[in-house]
Every structure is written in C-alpha cells, then in structure tokens.
C-alpha cells in the first residue's frame, strides 16, 4: 500500500517562496508517476505539475516558471519549489502517485492528505 504524506505548507506574502514536500511510502517508488494538485474553496482540485518516472516534468500554465517539481528517488520524495507566490496560489495542496504521468487526477490512485497554502497580498 502507497502512502503519501505532504509537508511544507503556511502562509507567506505575495512574491514569497514556499517548499512542499511530500514523503511516499512504497516498495517501488520509482515505478509511479508523482504529481501535485491544488484545491481552493468552491473551486474544483486542479492540477499543478506531474513528474515521471524517469524525471521528465510537466507544468500547468498558471505556475509555468514560477514552480518547480522535483523527486529524489532515494528518499521516497518528491517536492514542489514554488517561487513568486500570487494570492490566487491559495489553495490546499495534495500529492498523488500513479502508474502514469498524467495530468487528470482521477488517473492518480493514492493520495496524500494536503497541506494548505496560504498567500497573502
């Protein structure tokens, strides 16, 4: 059974920076695809970056350049840099692994509980 557990969330001012992290607990971290989503309230969850198994990323639009995903396969983590935070960042943080990268979270089948981000103006 796959475990994800996010960490890293809080509040910060406009143009600030915050790291998620997200520790996985599986025999097989590298056979998933790793991604984060966001949902703020009344707001459907969103996606926000994907990386594969062999590293390659991928970005929504709103966060193009501004965030950065990353994973290191010999801690079970993953984690989401995200520079030059806007007010419309707020929003409860998930992260969900799945046999394939992909953008669409009913592709994901584990996820983690969120950790809330708050940005300020």
């Known amino acids: 059974q796959v475990q994800l557990v996010e960490s890293g969330g809080g509040s910060v001012q406009a143009g600030g920076s915050l790291r998620l992290s997200c520790a996985v607990s599986a025999r097989a971290f590298t056979n998933y695809a790793m991604a984060w989503f966001r949902q703020a309230p009344g707001k459907e969850r969103e996606f926000v970056a994907l990386i594969n198994q062999v590293g390659g990323s991928y970005y929504a639009d709103s966060v193009q350049g501004r965030f950065t995903i990353s994973r290191d396969n010999a801690k079970n983590m993953v984690y989401l840099q995200m520079n030059s935070l806007k007010p419309e960042d707020t929003a409860v943080y998930y992260c969900?692994?799945?046999?394939?990268?992909?953008?669409?979270?009913?592709?994901?089948?584990?996820w983690g509980q969120g950790t809330q981000v708050t940005v300020s103006s």
């Open positions: 969900a692994s799945g046999p394939a990268a992909a953008t669409s979270a009913d592709r994901y089948t584990n």
